[in-house]
């Protein structure tokens, strides 16, 4: 009776694969081993844990969360507002710029005919939008009434004031509105050609330096909302000092520990984000009403634009990233006095 071997397994099992003459063993997982899902899954759980504790936290303390995110809210609403301000305030600059004028001041000979033959031609050039010829007669009559001197021009012995072409340009640059003015200033029976923009130019410069004042104002105030989230932040950490001490102690990450005073700061930024969307919102409606009844008093329907909404959702952002950097610098400097020395 010979001996009979049994099968033995293929050379190729299922479970290789043959690549380049070589066998490579497919990878081998272990039972216990969580997968990707799981993981994620945890670390969702982890975070929705994080942000239910710290609300919960801030609304065990209803007075001093509200007071706390309406210190914040002052204190981003006055850059804010200001440069809404400065906005408006070049918005209207702006339309009476694109206003400005140019002033022929002609001859005392010229006559109301030479006058409108000259309107005519100015209004024919491409970079004149409109042309307006006033008499001497007019001009005489408008300043008596703007004046109140009327009694005394009247004694005058004959009218000392010249026919003047009023020129609104097309463009607002000023380099090229000072070439338009050199050109009309030689056409002929121009004695004058001004330029009314140097209050534009004051204003400008008026302006620029706002921009610089709220920009330092800003800087100032952001270091100032980051001390006062930090501090906020680091009173927290100290009424939790031996619960941190403890997580720890068993292991707790630093991630861990820093996650629910995280999301605190962020939730500390939001509320006082959306306070002083508020409080912009208000108070720029409330002082428009005063800034309306002036305009009207200049005859002018000019009124204080509201808060654009992307600048709202940029500021609430903006404060919600401040409160958030302002907690985690409280817990790193938190985090490195626990640390083993």
């Known amino acids: 009776m010979s001996d009979e071997r049994k099968p033995t397994a293929k050379s190729n099992p299922s479970t290789a694969e043959r690549v380049g003459g070589t066998v490579k063993k497919a990878p081998q997982h272990s039972p216990d081993e969580p997968d990707f899902k799981t993981l994620f899954h945890a670390w969702l ?16 303390q209803p007075i001093g969360s509200f007071f706390t995110c309406l210190v914040m809210a002052v204190a981003l609403s006055l850059p804010m507002g200001l440069a809404l301000l400065l906005d408006n305030v070049e918005r209207l600059g702006g339309s009476w710029q694109r206003a400005a004028q140019i002033s022929l001041y002609m001859r005392l000979e010229t006559d109301t ?37 009327g009694e005394a021009l009247r004694e ?38 001004q330029l009314d923009l140097l209050w534009v130019e004051r204003l400008a410069a008026i302006l620029k330096l706002g921009d ?27 009424n939790r000092r031996t619960e941190i001490e403890v997580v720890k102690l068993v292991g707790g990450t630093d991630g861990y520990v820093r996650r629910p005073f995280l999301y605190m700061g962020a939730l500390y930024g939001l509320g006082a984000g959306l306070i002083a969307w508020l409080l912009l919102a208000y108070g720029l409606g409330w002082l428009n009403e005063a800034v309306i009844d002036l305009a009207g008093l200049y005859g002018s329907d000019f009124g204080l634009a509201g808060v654009p909404t992307d600048d709202a959702l940029s500021l609430v952002l903006g404060a919600l990233l401040l409160g958030y950097i302002g907690a985690w610098l409280a817990v790193a400097r938190h985090l490195n006095e626990l640390a083993p020395r």
């Not at 709220?214 to 909302?225: D, R, Y």
Request: charged fraction near 25%.
């Open 113 to 149: 005919r030479t006058g409108e033959a000259l309107r005519e031609q100015v209004l024919a050039m491409p970079d004149v939008a409109d042309a307006e010829w006033i008499s001497r007669e007019q001009a005489l009559e408008e300043f008596q009434q703007l004046s109140g001197l």
């Open 45 to 60: 759980e982890s975070h929705r844990a994080s942000l239910v504790d710290s609300v919960g936290r801030l609304v065990k």
């Open 156 to 193: 005058l012995p004959e009218n000392p004031l010249p026919g003047v072409v009023v020129v609104t340009p097309n463009e607002i640059d000023k380099s090229k509105l000072e070439a338009l003015r050199q050109q009309l200033a030689e056409l002929p029976g121009v004695e004058q050609a």
């Open 212 to 238: 610089r004042f709220v920009f330092g104002l800003t800087l100032l105030l952001v270091a100032t909302l980051l001390l006062v989230i930090g501090n906020t932040i680091r009173l927290h950490i100290e």
